[in-house]
């Protein structure tokens, strides 16, 4: 008996998001050796662990999994020295790629079953966000490479935009919750 | 609507900030393109993030319907934005039975499920809106018992494109909808042991015009020629006349027992009680009978004797609000407005026999002289089989107490029949005519 569309899109995002979260961790250990290769195995480990879990079943571990898998390139990139990794941007899509599938994974509630319309334009939203993503990382990244302004102007704009971000942070921690009168 | 931000968008910035602090201060431009796509993507869903304009409505296909009835609920959706995701949820009440496939209506032909689970149970969907879109969602829904329902429960709930938010919304519209039990047809009713004067179908005891035979008389000034009986005369040489039983109507009260309803795989003792007063007042009316109810429990109800269709309509508007409403209050059968039992009426009494307040209400009754029927829906086999030496022994106790009970009422001229679950209402309407002949109660 096939199951019913609900329950495919719950486990097919689900595995999916699982299953980009295990490249991300695992390909970076490629790129070291020895013994940081052993203890960054470990991470990688439990990396996929929390990414299968806030994937397939507890949504609210979305943040220490995206967490852990940041940490552990982290580790990889300061191992590289000077050399810029030119995947950066692959990592950054990867990352936006598992969060939105795990979250449309969690969104698939069980019972609730979404028109076809519904589904692809998800996908479509999905996979233009990975993109953009994808083109946005790497002019980050050539930005970072182009000589005008030199070191005090990127560290500036830098600052500017860990500011900014921060700035985002206090303005979602804020609550954003509305309450209407019952209609 | 209310507003709810997703646990995605502290997930995202959280991420973000600490990549962007980590590649200030490690130096490292790669965790700044990282981060970039998360803080970006969460800049844009707040910027673009609307409160959605919803309206929705809820209707039936109708009011009255009958058990075992499909039933159409239609949800009209209008959107003045675009939504991108809105889940719609009805809330179907306990005893309706959500659908097994998708909506029959609606353009895009969604596929849409029930959800089954849990009480009371929900169907739910989701779909997208465009911009001044309306959209009317069917759903039929099965009616599995009787009962008044209101439809019309629906939640709402929609989301932004990007998913950072969500926006709720409760409707509370109330459709109501009245499912009957389907009557039964019955062929023989109980008699009453006294009539009306009004006619009706029922053969009175009394001598007059009707047109079943009672007796000869020698004739008598005033007699109808057409009344005399020839082959009597030739054989007495006078004229004699032949005197009929006249069809009368009758009150008829039925007397609900609704302190406790015994549930069991069988079904409950309730639903039977409910559906035989359907049936019998249905039955009844036919006869041009004046039909009554009592519904006698934590909640009392009562409907003087009427006749007509009105009258059926009013008994079962009343039947479908019988529930069971737990009280350890006494009540007794004073509290009814003496209008509600006649003096003359037949009270068909239909009860478990559980709770000892409906018990001594009938003893009241007979105590009173009223032609009192009881027909005892019998709880035994719902409670299950009971488990080792001592719960059949308690259950044999429950059967003799039960049996001692009937024994006493039959004592003091009431007709008692036990109603288990094999037999048809009929069968037990005919054995409790039986008994009552037997019992000198009822002509024939």
Not at chain 1, 37 to 50: H, K, N, P, Q, S
Not at chain 2, 142 to 150: F, I, L, N, V
């Amino acid at each position: 008996m096939p199951a019913p569309r609900r329950a495919r899109t719950r486990l097919t995002c689900g595995l999916a998001a699982t299953a980009v979260a295990a490249v991300l961790a695992l390909a970076p250990l490629a790129e070291v050796t020895g013994t940081l290769r052993e203890a960054l195995a470990w991470v990688a480990g439990l990396a996929m662990v929390l990414a299968a879990a806030a994937a397939l079943r507890l949504g609210s571990l979305l943040g220490p999994a995206l967490v852990v898998l940041l940490a552990e390139y982290t580790v990889v990139l300061v191992g590289r020295g000077d050399r810029i990794d030119a995947a950066a941007p692959l990592f950054g899509a990867g990352l936006l790629l598992y969060a939105e599938l795990a979250s449309w994974a969690r969104e698939a509630r069980p019972g609730v079953s979404d028109e076809r319309p519904v589904l692809v334009t998800r996908a479509i939203v999905v996979a233009a966000s990975a993109l953009a993503a994808l083109g946005l990382g790497v002019l980050v990244l050539l930005a970072a490479t182009l000589p005008a302004g030199g070191g005090l102007a990127r560290l500036a704009i830098g600052v500017v935009a860990t500011t900014l971000t921060l700035v985002l942070v206090v303005v979602v921690a804020r609550p954003m919750s509305t309450r209407a009168p019952r209609g | 609507m209310t507003r709810r931000p997703s646990a995605k968008i502290a997930a995202y910035v959280g991420v973000a900030a600490l990549a962007l602090l980590a590649g200030l201060t490690l130096g490292r431009p790669e965790l700044v393109a990282v981060a970039a796509p998360l803080a970006v993507l969460v800049v844009a869903g707040l910027a673009t993030a609307r409160d959605p304009e919803l309206d929705a409505e809820v209707a039936v296909d109708r009011e009255r319907a009958l058990v075992g009835d499909q039933v159409t609920v239609t949800l009209s959706l209008r959107a003045g934005t675009r939504v991108e995701r809105l889940e719609v949820l009805l809330v179907v009440p306990p005893g309706m039975e959500g659908p097994a496939g998708g909506p029959g209506g609606g353009p895009g032909g969604s596929s849409v499920a029930p959800r089954t689970t849990g009480t009371p149970r929900t169907w739910a969907a989701a779909v997208t809106l465009a911009a001044g879109e309306e959209r009317a969602l069917d759903i039929g829904l099965s009616c599995r018992r009787w009962g008044a329902y209101w439809l019309g429960d629906v939640h709402l709930r929609a989301h932004d494109r990007f998913r950072l938010f969500t926006w709720e919304r409760h409707l509370d519209r109330h459709a109501p909808l009245k499912v009957f039990p389907v009557p039964e047809a019955l062929r023989a009713l109980v008699r009453p042991a006294e009539t009306l004067v009004s006619t009706g179908s029922h053969v009175a005891p009394q001598r007059g015009d009707g047109i079943e035979f009672a007796d000869l008389r020698s004739f008598m000034p005033g007699d109808r020629p057409r009344s005399i009986n020839w082959r009597a005369t030739a054989r007495r040489g006078g004229l004699m006349v032949n005197q009929r039983h006249p069809e009368r109507a009758t009150d008829v009260v039925l007397f609900l027992d609704s302190f406790l309803d015994v549930r069991g795989p069988a079904g409950s003792t309730l639903d039977r009680a409910v559906g035989a007063a359907a049936s019998l007042a249905a039955a009844y009316l036919r006869q041009r009978d004046r039909v009554g109810l009592v519904s006698f429990g934590g909640f009392v109800q009562w409907l003087q004797p009427g006749g007509g269709q009105t009258a059926l309509y009013r008994l079962l508007d009343t039947l479908m609000e019988t529930q069971v409403f737990a009280t350890a209050a006494w009540k007794g059968i004073r509290h009814l407005p003496p209008r509600t039992l006649p003096a003359k009426a037949l009270i068909v009494a239909l009860t478990p026999l559980v709770d000892e307040r409906g018990v001594a209400a009938l003893f009241d009754l007979l105590a009173r002289g009223y032609d009192l029927a009881v027909v005892d829906i019998s709880p035994l086999a719902r409670t299950g089989a009971a488990g080792g030496e001592w719960g059949g022994l308690a259950e044999r106790l429950w059967a003799l107490e039960r049996e001692t009970l009937r024994h006493r009422y039959q004592r003091l001229g009431a007709a008692v029949v036990e109603w288990p679950d094999a037999l048809h209402l009929q069968q037990v309407l005919l054995e409790v005519e039986a008994c009552r002949r037997r019992a000198g109660l009822a002509p024939g």
